[in-house]
């Protein structure tokens, strides 16, 4: 059976904190963190990295378009 | 490697890129509020030029309205329109361009209050050319004014008590009367709030651009209904779940018109 | 020598700017100068070089149609009469802010408001100080004749693009409707997009080979703002160095001097003749810009001047000019004709003996 | 040589063509010309006039109140233009619908039937060629060649094969002006 | 003594308008302007005086409903910044013709185009000088504080029934932005409809007990059309005899004259008190009224004055009025800046120095 | 008295008068050509406002085009407004004085090419007032230029060889496209060539006005579709024939909106 | 049996010759005078005037407004 | 007495409602004072500024270039503005988000811990006030009676009742004032 696996790199600096993305993921990776940019925003982050399966719903919705995505495919037995 | 040892770190790697922002958008900080669906219309339609390789041959009309600095994003050649006239702009480069693939990007201030003629003639005319219209109920730029698409009883800093429709008109559907203008040839209403409502839009563009590549004899128009938080004195968030609940009941999505045909409604 | 015909100076125009290889016009029907248009789509011109007509759905919607397609390398013409001018006014101070050539030709009627549709000269004000908003100038013809109706077509799209700025035509009722003979240059060719993007390097044209054009005409800084209206100052200078044009007529021995333009100037000429037959010595200057104007060309002459009359049809408006040229050194008067009525040159005549001569 | 003349009658007439023919052939003829017509709503009260001035010099206002001569072909343009007519100068009219003749006497005044002359010749679309025929032996200023090389060159490619029957229009008009006043 | 109040110029005019008793307001949104129509908005005039206040669809629209009102006899206000203005220009043009009263405030920004939404006073030749086409005049008010912003409203009101005539409130960013403290009128009761029909005979209220009214500003026929025109510019030369203003600091003993207007005039205030700590015997003369401008005045300080400064935020377009009262008999210059930046105090001695002190 | 002995002259007699121009026109010639229906339908608005006894509290608005002198010949107070801004106009009279009865009078270049912005957003916004738009298809007064409801191959002094609709668009229906606003509350399309469409024109704006009156909460719309006999280079007979023929089958005649509702087409 | 019996009066000065009478009559009454009237149009005048039922559709329909009509009732037995 | 103040943070940080009371406040004292906010779409990044100026006399150009006082509460503004304090001048902020310092040694230099007294005091919204707090401290320009007649001023009727709440939040501020770097 294939597996994928998924990561995100967000863009702290040019994150604006909407939370936009927070929603569109379907594995909740994503949570806001508490400490904020150089523009004052709490940025978002990969709070539960092992749950991303690299679908880019996140960056596709993310307004600011701060977010890429990978997806690896796994083959595990 | 046994999935048990795959860090995050080793997916991030070139060659598992899945998503990256489009070159055909500049490295700038987006001037928008955060969460405003502009940065994501302006995106979607960047991937659609690149993917379609038509960065060389593509000109852009930015509006006046948030967008107006769209010409600042968008890495490709621009025009910054007088407010409502970019429609008449893109006429004038397309009529003399025939070639090249033009498109406007317009606010509803912009597009359906003061620029309504030069919408509604480029539209009968048949214009060869792309409208991407972004209604956000209300004038972002300005300091959220009421717009023509405001809704009944929404407030805004000129209807501070909700729009009366009696004493300020009703909220005006461009895209349905657009629609029914023989000089359209595709028109469709979309939103940028979901990953699948991008999907859809993106597709929308894409195909309107076709239509304009292949000269189908008409004016493709691309409604997409997005938030203006700040306008609405909302959070992002809040502000796609208000637009869903209260926008989209009005402003229903969906096409209008495909192939210079009206879609029957069920 | 070209073919000579006699021609309507409004179709002058249309056939000038055919011959002159410009790319398109975008107008909108308004007395006394629909000619322009319908001269233009009655000459097929898609057939006789691929330039465009269109006649847009209000003077707005042209202004702005010449605005996109200028800013994309082309050649583009407008033309209209003064109320329609006056809604064109938010456009021409975007393309002079925007840095976009093209020419806009003004046949004046009688105003203020919907007035008349008779000749006028009283739209001065607001093509040479600038009708539209901001510190912007257009370089304004005055063309006197059906003649340099269709010779200012070329000489203004080659003076709005040396300067990358609108070029105003200020005409008339008269030398719109007039017919005189005219001789009309070859066919130049259209330019072809090789020659736009190598000519027009700024145009948007398709980010080819290059970083991407930008046409606009804001900028929200405010430092920067200033620097491109010092851009702008800086050319305004360079046009009044190296524009003015005039004509003179009877100057050398002139003690009193009428200054006028377009069709008054015909008739000051005539008047300047009966004058001299009287034993005055007048002569005429005629401003064939009116910016830059020939204020130095004024300055020159003060040495033999007693007198000087502004003859415009209207309330005074160019006689400002005129009196800042010459602060106060030679009594500068004015005389018009509002409304469409036209003076006569006896008329003239008459005026300048009574204000000049006494009694 | 200056000459300057309004003609005025109804649209439909040919008031402005005959003034394009008399200015091209004043072109023709190696002359400055001017052709100034009426212009504007006032068309739909159905009058049209234009001013032509054919000279040796340059035509300085295209636009007058006064003229060397006056053609004048309905009653408005008679009561209009009859007194801006120059002492001395010269009148033409066609009597036909004219209910009030002219009455000056310090200019001459002539007549030709050109409505009645142009239907007698079958076709009333040239009656102006009558009028401008009986204008030139009113006053022979052009030189008839010159007249027909204007006419030629007015006068749409398509059309060319009218120019015969102009012609006789135009000689027509030569042969039956008639004197009513006539200074001396 | 009225109340007194902080707030900003935009929302000052808004108060002053309710409490003027004026009709109605018909805008278009526009930076930095748009408090006016929030402001009248947010105060629920139709309950509190029965005042109409509609968001247009455009500054065509809004203006053309000014004209709708007014020629019905009512008190109708609109604002709008520099973009929005030029659009106004064929409307206001109309109004002259039609000599129809009402009030168009301009919140002047940074331009030519769509420019910077920054203060500035490049609009000046526009409102003075006639933006629109033909021969017509506007009453022109310059205010330089919230407080004459107020005033204006009422003053304005005035001057455009007391001539029938449009009269424009030059302001600009600051004035228009600015909180200041602001003494504001007593309510004053909108006209009834028989007091409309009373002082407004000439309005189309319904043809009842007399003649129909006509509000035109055509006339086909030239002669008749120059009448008009003669007796607009009778008009024009009445407002110049009566209704010039002005306001005077350390004039008295001044060698060198700054003449500024609106936001201008209080930096030069502040520079003319700099210079005198320097030495230098500096007044400052600020006109009130654009048009008609304090031209008299000016050439009644002649024989004290080694020269005059003209301090205007833009390229230079008042320093043309002055030099024509001035006729070249004392030294005029002109310090701007452009594009939303404004001059300080300091910068303005400076300039002073250089050009008239020398170095 | 016998029939046979009666004779034209006496029967007319004052008290056998059964038609006369209403009072409510001047005594002024009509500018108009021979023919024209701007006259007629200037008749028949004054009847209505004379019948209803509205003389004295009617404002009428005059565009620019043929009828721009409307006010030379209605006898009632009147405004003569710039291009296309009539509607404009009447929103600014109509709000500031609701009691009166306020009706534009608009051409087709006038009320839909430079008008559009303003036709649309007042019949949006639901405004009291009556628009008469007289549809010639042409722009009369400049001299018969194409208007936006020039038909399709249609000769006009800018189309001198017939409306091309690709390069100039399709003929506008404006009328259709108001009576998709949910602020127009009576459209309707008449003419005025025959006795029987003179009598049906006339209820329609006898309808318009009581609805003003009554204050239903929308905007009357009532066009007119009518020759330009000099525009179109044709005789008046001729002319109300071509209209008949080509005109009508574009333009069909009838109400299209009637007491807020779309009326049903069969 | 109640018959009618109608007249029309043409301002024949202020006729342009249109014609557009002349078809809305029912009865053919009304025909097109040779002569022109002073501004030079052939005018509209009664042809037929015992034809006229005074039905008014020529008044109606004439674009200047020019035509008053009359009417009389006659009982004729 | 002239007092010209910039006072510069994030939008939502009350900036410009400080200094509306501050404004007000030198009004009830009697004295003249201008308040003049950064205005149009620069807003959307989020920053927001304000000019106030209190003075004896009438104020000149209410947009200045150089401040007597600046009161900072974000990264961005800090480093706009710490440059344009005039030398001699007054600087206050809140550390809070601060990530760089300020430098000057040539300007007086204080801190409030707004964001933090404000949210023990269990409204973040009354942040400004705290500042505001500070501020009179550091500039005893506006006696405080005055200062609450300028809060009644500027607050509409129905948020009254609030006063209580902001007048323990001013004098929170003026109480917290903390001194980093004094001239002598
Ligand atoms: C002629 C003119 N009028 C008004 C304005 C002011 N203005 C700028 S943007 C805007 C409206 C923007 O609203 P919208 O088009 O909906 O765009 P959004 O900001 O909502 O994306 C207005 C009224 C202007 N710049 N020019
Ligand atoms: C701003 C402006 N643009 C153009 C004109 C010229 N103009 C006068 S009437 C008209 C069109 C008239 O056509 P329409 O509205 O159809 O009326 P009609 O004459 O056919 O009744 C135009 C373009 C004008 N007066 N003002
Ligand atoms: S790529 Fe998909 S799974 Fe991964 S964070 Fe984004 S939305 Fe969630
Ligand atoms: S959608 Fe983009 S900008 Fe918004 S929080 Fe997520 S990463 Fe940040
Ligand atoms: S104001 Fe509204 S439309 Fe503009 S950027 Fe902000 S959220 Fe987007
Ligand atoms: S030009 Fe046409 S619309 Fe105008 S009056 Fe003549 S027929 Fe009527
Ligand atoms: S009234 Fe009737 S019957 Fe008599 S002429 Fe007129 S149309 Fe004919
Ligand atoms: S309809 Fe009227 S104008 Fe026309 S011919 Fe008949 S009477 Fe004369
Ligand atoms: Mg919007
Ligand atoms: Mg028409």
Same mark, same amino acid.
């Given at each position: 059976?294939?597996?994928?696996?998924?990561?995100?790199?967000?863009?702290?600096?040019?994150? #604006?904190?909407?939370?936009?993305?927070?929603?569109?993921?379907?594995?909740?990776?994503?949570?806001?963190?508490?400490?904020?940019?150089?523009?004052?925003?709490?940025?978002?982050?990969?709070?539960?990295?092992?749950?991303?399966?690299?679908?880019?719903?996140?960056?596709?919705?993310?307004?600011?378009?701060?977010?890429?995505?990978?997806?690896?495919?796994?083959?595990?037995? | 490697?046994?999935?048990?040892?795959?860090?995050?770190?080793?997916?991030?790697?070139?060659?598992?890129?899945?998503?990256?922002?489009?070159?055909?958008?500049?490295?700038?900080?987006?001037?928008?509020?955060?969460?405003?669906?502009?940065?994501?219309?302006?995106?979607?339609?960047?991937?659609? &030029?690149?993917?379609?390789?038509?960065?060389?041959?593509?000109?852009?009309?930015?509006?006046?309205?948030?967008?107006?600095?769209?010409?600042?994003?968008? $890495?490709?050649?621009?025009?910054?329109?007088?407010?409502?006239?970019?429609?008449?702009?893109?006429?004038? &480069?397309?009529?003399?361009?025939?070639?090249?693939?033009?498109?406007?990007?317009?606010?509803?201030?912009?597009?359906?209050?003061?620029?309504?003629?030069?919408?509604?003639?480029?539209?009968?005319?048949?214009?060869?050319?792309?409208?991407?219209?972004?209604?956000?109920? &209300?004038?972002?730029?300005?300091?959220?004014?009421?717009?023509?698409?405001?809704?009944?009883?929404?407030?805004?800093?000129?209807?501070?008590?909700?729009?009366?429709?009696?004493?300020?008109?009703?909220?005006? #559907?461009?895209?349905?009367?657009?629609?029914?203008?023989?000089?359209?040839?595709?028109?469709?209403?979309?939103?940028?709030?979901?990953?699948?409502?991008?999907?859809?839009?993106?597709?929308?563009?894409?195909?309107?651009?076709?239509?304009?590549?292949?000269?189908?004899?008409?004016?493709?128009?691309?409604?997409?209904?997005?938030?203006?938080?700040?306008?609405?004195?909302?959070?992002?968030?809040?502000?796609?779940?208000?637009? @869903?609940?209260?926008?989209?009941?009005?402003?229903?999505?969906?096409?209008?018109?495909?192939?210079?045909?009206?879609?029957?409604?069920? | 020598?070209?073919?000579?015909?006699?021609?309507?100076?409004?179709?002058?125009?249309?056939?000038?700017?055919?011959?002159?290889?410009?790319?398109?016009?975008?107008?909108?029907?308004?007395?006394?100068?629909?000619?322009?248009?319908?001269?233009?789509?009655?000459?097929?011109?898609?057939?006789?070089?691929?330039?465009?007509?269109?006649?847009?759905?209000?003077?707005?919607?042209?202004?702005?149609?010449?605005?996109?397609?200028?800013?994309?390398?082309?050649?583009?013409?407008?033309?209209?009469?003064?109320?329609?001018?006056? /809604?064109?006014?938010?456009?021409?101070?975007?393309?002079?802010?925007?840095?976009?050539?093209? @020419?806009?030709?003004?046949?004046?009627?009688?105003?203020?408001?919907?007035?008349?549709?008779?000749?006028?000269?009283?739209?001065?004000?607001?093509?040479?100080?600038?009708?539209?908003?901001?510190?912007?100038?257009?370089?304004?013809?005055?063309?006197?004749?059906?003649?340099?109706?269709?010779?200012?077509?070329?000489?203004?799209?080659?003076?709005?693009?040396?300067?990358?700025?609108?070029?105003?035509?200020?005409?008339?009722?008269?030398?719109?409707?007039?017919?005189?003979?005219?001789?009309?240059?070859?066919?130049?060719?259209?330019?072809?997009?090789?020659?736009?993007?190598?000519?027009?390097?700024?145009?948007?044209?398709?980010?080819?080979?290059?970083?991407?054009?930008?046409?606009?005409?804001?900028?929200?800084?405010?430092?920067?703002?200033?620097?491109?209206?010092?851009?702008?100052?800086?050319?305004?200078?360079?046009?009044?160095?190296?524009?003015?044009?005039?004509?003179?007529?009877?100057?050398?021995?002139?003690?009193?001097?009428?200054?006028?333009?377009?069709?008054?100037?015909?008739?000051?000429?005539?008047?300047?003749?009966?004058?001299?037959?009287?034993?005055?010595?007048?002569?005429?200057?005629?401003?064939?810009? /009116?910016?830059?104007?020939?204020?130095?060309?004024?300055?020159?002459?003060?040495?033999?001047?007693?007198?000087?009359?502004?003859?415009?049809?209207?309330?005074?408006?160019?006689?400002?000019?005129?009196?800042?040229?010459?602060?106060?050194?030679?009594?500068?008067?004015?005389?018009?004709?509002?409304?469409?009525?036209?003076?006569?040159?006896?008329?003239?005549?008459? @005026?300048?003996?009574?204000?000049?001569?006494?009694? | 040589?200056?000459?300057?003349?309004?003609?005025?009658?109804?649209?439909?007439?040919?008031?402005?063509?005959?003034?394009?023919?008399?200015?091209?052939?004043?072109?023709?003829?190696?002359?400055?010309?001017?052709?100034?017509?009426?212009?504007?709503?006032?068309?739909?009260?159905?009058?049209?006039?234009?001013?032509?001035?054919?000279?040796?010099?340059?035509?300085?206002?295209?636009?007058?109140?006064?003229?060397?001569?006056?053609?004048?072909?309905?009653?408005?343009?008679?009561?209009?233009?009859?007194?801006?007519?120059?002492?001395?100068?010269?009148?033409?009219?066609?009597?036909?619908?004219?209910?009030?003749?002219?009455?000056?006497?310090?200019?001459?005044?002539?007549?030709?039937?050109?409505?009645?002359?142009?239907?007698?010749?079958?076709?009333?679309?040239?009656? $102006?060629?009558?009028?401008?025929?009986?204008?030139?032996?009113?006053?022979?200023?052009?030189?008839?060649?010159?007249?027909?090389?204007?006419?030629?060159?007015?006068?749409?490619?398509?059309?060319?094969?009218?120019?015969?029957?102009?012609?006789?229009?135009?000689?027509?008009?030569?042969?039956?002006?008639?004197?009513?006043?006539?200074?001396?």
């Amino acid at each position: 059976m294939a597996k994928v696996k998924g990561a995100i790199v967000i863009d702290t600096e040019r994150c #604006k904190g909407c939370e936009v993305c927070v929603g569109a993921c379907p594995t909740d990776v994503i949570a806001m963190a508490n400490e904020v940019n150089s523009k004052g925003y709490h940025y978002a982050y990969m709070a539960q990295p092992d749950e991303c399966i690299g679908c880019s719903n996140c960056a596709i919705v993310c307004p600011d378009g701060v977010i890429t995505v990978y997806r690896k495919k796994l083959v595990s037995k | 490697m046994k999935e048990e040892n795959i860090t995050t770190q080793d997916i991030i790697a070139e060659e598992n890129l899945v998503y990256k922002k489009t070159r055909l958008m500049t490295d700038k900080v987006l001037s928008y509020c955060p969460g405003c669906g502009h940065g994501t219309a302006h995106r979607i339609i960047m991937e659609v &030029i690149d993917e379609m390789g038509l960065e060389e041959k593509t000109i852009g009309i930015a509006p006046v309205g948030c967008s107006v600095l769209a010409y600042e994003f968008m $890495n490709i050649d621009m025009q910054q329109a007088a407010h409502g006239r970019a429609p008449a702009l893109a006429t004038g &480069i397309k009529r003399t361009w025939p070639e090249k693939v033009v498109f406007t990007y317009q606010g509803d201030g912009d597009l359906a209050a003061i620029g309504t003629a030069e919408t509604i003639h480029a539209c009968n005319r048949g214009e060869n050319f792309l409208i991407v219209f972004i209604n956000n109920g &209300i004038y972002g730029m300005t300091g959220g004014q009421m717009a023509p698409t405001t809704l009944e009883g929404m407030k805004s800093s000129t209807t501070p008590y909700g729009r009366n429709t009696k004493l300020m008109g009703n909220p005006l #559907k461009m895209t349905e009367l657009v629609a029914e203008l023989p000089g359209t040839y595709f028109v469709t209403r979309q939103a940028v709030h979901t990953p699948a409502n991008v999907r859809k839009t993106k597709k929308a563009i894409k195909m309107a651009i076709k239509n304009q590549l292949e000269d189908k004899g008409g004016l493709n128009f691309v409604e997409i209904v997005s938030n203006c938080n700040s306008g609405w004195k909302m959070t992002p968030t809040d502000a796609n779940q208000w637009m @869903v609940d209260n926008m989209f009941p009005f402003f229903p999505l969906g096409d209008i018109k495909v192939d210079g045909k009206k879609v029957k409604k069920d | 020598m070209g073919e000579l015909k006699l021609m309507k100076g409004n179709e002058a125009i249309g056939e000038a700017a055919i011959r002159a290889g410009v790319d398109a016009y975008f107008g909108y029907p308004i007395t006394p100068q629909s000619e322009v248009i319908e001269y233009l789509t009655s000459e097929k011109p898609e057939e006789r070089t691929g330039m465009v007509i269109l006649q847009a759905e209000s003077e707005l919607a042209a202004i702005n149609m010449v605005y996109g397609a200028a800013g994309s390398g082309k050649k583009v013409m407008t033309s209209s009469s003064s109320p329609g001018v006056s /809604l064109k006014m938010e456009g021409i101070s975007y393309m002079a802010g925007a840095e976009l050539p093209c @020419v806009v030709l003004n046949v004046v009627r009688g105003g203020p408001g919907l007035g008349t549709i008779q000749p006028s000269q009283a739209d001065y004000f607001q093509a040479v100080k600038g009708g539209g908003h901001g510190d912007y100038r257009m370089v304004v013809l005055a063309p006197a004749s059906v003649q340099e109706m269709a010779d200012f077509v070329k000489l203004g799209f080659e003076l709005a693009f040396k300067y990358r700025n609108p070029v105003m035509m200020l005409s008339d009722g008269v030398i719109g409707q007039m017919m005189e003979k005219v001789e009309l240059g070859e066919q130049i060719p259209r330019w072809t997009e090789e020659e736009i993007i190598r000519k027009n390097p700024w145009a948007t044209t398709g980010k080819k080979g290059r970083e991407r054009n930008i046409i606009t005409s804001l900028d929200l800084d405010p430092a920067r703002q200033e620097q491109h209206n010092h851009k702008l100052q800086k050319k305004y200078r360079q046009m009044e160095e190296e524009e003015v044009r005039f004509e003179k007529f009877e100057c050398d021995d002139a003690e009193y001097l009428f200054v006028a333009y377009g069709s008054s100037s015909r008739i000051a000429q005539k008047a300047v003749k009966i004058a001299r037959e009287k034993g005055h010595k007048v002569g005429l200057l005629r401003p064939i810009t /009116l910016f830059p104007y020939p204020a130095k060309e004024i300055q020159s002459m003060l040495g033999q001047l007693k007198g000087i009359l502004s003859l415009e049809l209207s309330a005074g408006q160019m006689v400002e000019d005129i009196k800042l040229a010459v602060e106060g050194k030679v009594p500068v008067d004015h005389y018009g004709r509002m409304g469409g009525i036209i003076f006569s040159p006896a008329e003239i005549v008459e @005026v300048f003996e009574e204000k000049f001569i006494g009694g | 040589m200056t000459e300057e003349i309004i003609i005025a009658g109804f649209g439909g007439q040919g008031v402005l063509s005959m003034g394009k023919i008399l200015s091209y052939s004043g072109i023709m003829q190696g002359q400055e010309v001017s052709w100034m017509p009426s212009y504007g709503p006032e068309m739909r009260g159905g009058t049209a006039n234009v001013t032509v001035i054919i000279s040796d010099e340059r035509v300085s206002s295209p636009i007058l109140t006064e003229f060397d001569t006056a053609i004048i072909l309905n009653q408005q343009s008679m009561d209009k233009f009859e007194p801006a007519v120059k002492p001395g100068g010269y009148l033409l009219y066609d009597p036909n619908g004219i209910t009030r003749h002219p009455e000056r006497k310090d200019i001459n005044v002539y007549k030709i039937t050109g409505a009645k002359l142009a239907s007698e010749m079958g076709n009333t679309k040239v009656f $102006n060629m009558v009028v401008m025929g009986a204008y030139l032996k009113m006053r022979p200023i052009l030189e008839y060649k010159y007249v027909v090389e204007g006419l030629k060159k007015s006068l749409p490619e398509r059309y060319h094969k009218l120019i015969p029957l102009n012609e006789e229009a135009i000689k027509s008009g030569l042969e039956h002006l008639e004197e009513v006043h006539k200074l001396n």
